[in-house]
């Protein structure tokens, strides 16, 4: 059996900003209030990284608001894991300094090329305060990169966005919004057109993943998604999520016996489920796609290999100083 690749840890699903795309914020189903100690975080990793996963993407929520994340973060450098952190950057001129160097990739959410139009999507007063994230990151020494979300309201932003970013020099990521939960995604012909806008220097979108989302996204019938095989996903009240995040169907208590559960018939049998369940088709949900892509040698293989190579590329060949625009 081929090992995991990613770990998506939720530490926390409290979240300071009102995305209109994300549905987490105002889910009441979803608890906001129990999320575990570092101790068990920290073990739980150490597991994580047993099962072979070699990236760990901290998410949320907004992870900033978890009290103990430098530890974590200093916890997963320590047995090696490379680490991935997204945030909206409201608190991270305040949180900046604590996480310096521990971690990878460093990604703030930007939704428009302007303040109005970033903070309506956002829904608080946030775009002054990302500008400030990015360059205090800069200042600290660190490789900050933008992600914006693509949607159909926002998709003829997209070249402002990239001027925007070209303009102070900081790596971009476009990520076409997924549809789940009652939450309206990118459409085709939107994805069809990103597809075209997504040019320039210093811009990355993941061309295998967005021909599998032009083409439909997985089908029950002949599945792509791996997402029990390649993705471990950990909820903030310690639980693994089966079969991901977005749908899962049930979540089983770790207790320190990650890698026991990780190996047990319940896994096992999500693992044969694993892009056949009535949910699964048509997903193209991210987060689980672009494992997925890399396990299977098809036409989406090599676009999706050589965007993470670009990726990497321009995130380190931009500049450390910020340029003003």
């Known amino acids: 059996m081929k090992k995991h690749v990613i770990c998506y840890y939720y530490l926390t699903y409290r979240c300071n ?11 009441r189903s979803i608890p906001s209030t129990r999320e575990t100690p570092s101790h068990h975080v920290c073990r739980n990793l150490d597991e994580v990284k047993r099962a072979g996963v070699k990236v760990v993407d901290f998410t949320g929520g907004e992870p900033l608001l978890y009290p103990d994340l430098a530890q974590v973060l200093a916890f997963a450098k320590k047995i090696g894991l490379r680490v991935t952190l997204t945030t909206n950057g409201i608190l991270y001129p305040d949180r900046a300094r604590e996480i310096t160097g521990l971690v990878d990739i460093l990604q703030f959410s930007i939704d428009a090329a302007t303040p109005q139009r970033h903070d309506a999507c956002k829904g608080v007063p946030s775009f002054d305060r990302v500008m400030e994230s990015i360059e205090t990151a800069r200042s600290l020494g660190e490789r900050p990169t933008i992600i914006h979300t693509v949607t159909n309201e926002n998709l003829l932003s997209v070249p402002d966005v990239i001027t925007m970013a070209q303009n102070i020099k900081v790596p971009l990521f476009l990520n076409p919004c997924f549809e789940y939960s009652g939450n309206h995604g990118l459409s085709r012909k939107g994805a069809i057109q990103l597809n075209t ?41 310690d639980r693994l999520i089966l079969p991901c995040f977005h749908y899962q169907t049930k979540t089983l208590p770790i207790n320190g016996k990650l890698c026991e559960l990780l190996s047990s018939a319940e896994v096992h049998r999500e693992r044969l489920m694993e892009g056949r369940h009535a949910f699964c088709e048509g997903c193209t949900i991210y987060c689980y796609i672009r494992a997925s892509l890399f396990r299977k040698v098809n036409r989406y293989f090599l676009p999706s290999l050589f965007s993470a190579i670009n990726y ?14």
Do not use: H, M, Q
Request: net charge positive; hydrophobic share 40%.
């Open 197 to 237: 806008l997504a040019r320039g220097k210093g811009v990355t979108v993941d061309r295998g993943f967005l021909k599998f989302f032009i083409d439909g996204g997985n089908r029950i019938d002949k599945p792509l998604c791996l997402a029990v095989s390649s993705t471990i996903v950990i909820s903030p009240d």
């Open 312 to 325: 990497i590329y321009e995130l380190y060949r931009a500049p450390k100083k910020l340029s003003k625009v």
């Open 17 to 27: 900003a009102r995305c209109y795309f994300c549905t987490i914020w105002k889910d």
